[in-house]
């Protein structure tokens, strides 16, 4: 009985060293950036998905860029732009629901969907951001946990603490991924001279593409 316990115990856990993560990759002038699509938000990591298989980021702008914050992109718009020219409203016909949880947070390295405000914090359909941040104290994190009445893990809180991020945007955006190569580029392209809108002085195109991973095998013990 021992046996076949150990036996069924080596199989889950061989089955979920093996979960496949939706990956993409933006590449930019100054480097590749990797991120890893969350599963437990399925529309807006579809929609991701979708989006760079149809080459709809290819040759947009990173039109906001803020140090110790994050950098913005993916506005149709941009890929025609003029030197100045105000960006960010531009999108596709349809938004996304939004998958905001207690469990994806604005961590450094985080994905977000910009969205312009509406009630229901439906995202734009092409429009993103990755997070810079900064470091908070525990007094600033005591202070949003109570204007915002949401409760951090001590994980989140320690996250923040050491690594930073953007937590005064927990529960206002949905988070469906995180930076897993190049935060350094991310870091380089936020640091741009930049406009009073934030726009970087110079244009920062991107092209994202789906990475391809090979499915491994799975061994299954009777």
């Not at 908070?136 to 923040?160: G, H, I, V, W």
């Not at 934030?198 to 013990?221: C, G, Q, Y």
């Amino acid at each position: 009985m021992k046996k076949m316990f150990l036996l069924l115990a080596v199989c889950v856990i061989t089955l979920s060293a093996y979960a496949q993560k939706n990956k993409v990759k933006i590449e930019t002038e100054y480097g590749n950036i990797i991120i890893m699509l969350y599963d437990n938000t399925p529309l807006n990591t579809a929609n991701m998905i979708k989006q760079a298989n149809e080459h709809t980021y290819d040759s947009t702008l990173f039109h906001r860029c803020i140090p110790q914050f994050m950098i913005q992109g993916g506005d149709p718009d941009s890929k025609r732009a003029t030197p100045g020219q105000a960006l960010g409203m531009g999108g596709l016909k349809y938004t996304i629901p939004a998958e905001i949880n207690d469990t994806n947070y604005h961590k450094r390295g985080a994905l977000g969907v910009a969205h312009d405000g509406n009630p229901a914090k439906a995202g734009s359909a092409t429009q993103f951001y990755i997070v810079t941040g900064k470091t908070f104290t525990d007094a600033d994190l005591d202070m949003l946990a109570q204007r915002s009445n949401r409760k951090l893990t001590p994980e989140q809180r320690e996250m923040y603490k050491t690594k930073g991020g953007a937590p005064h945007l927990d529960g206002g955006y949905t988070v469906f991924g995180e930076v897993v190569e190049g935060m350094d580029v991310v870091d380089k392209i936020s640091a741009e001279p930049r406009n009073g809108q934030d726009r970087p002085n110079k244009d920062i195109r991107m092209k994202v593409t789906v990475v391809k991973t090979k499915k491994k095998k799975k061994f299954l013990f009777f």
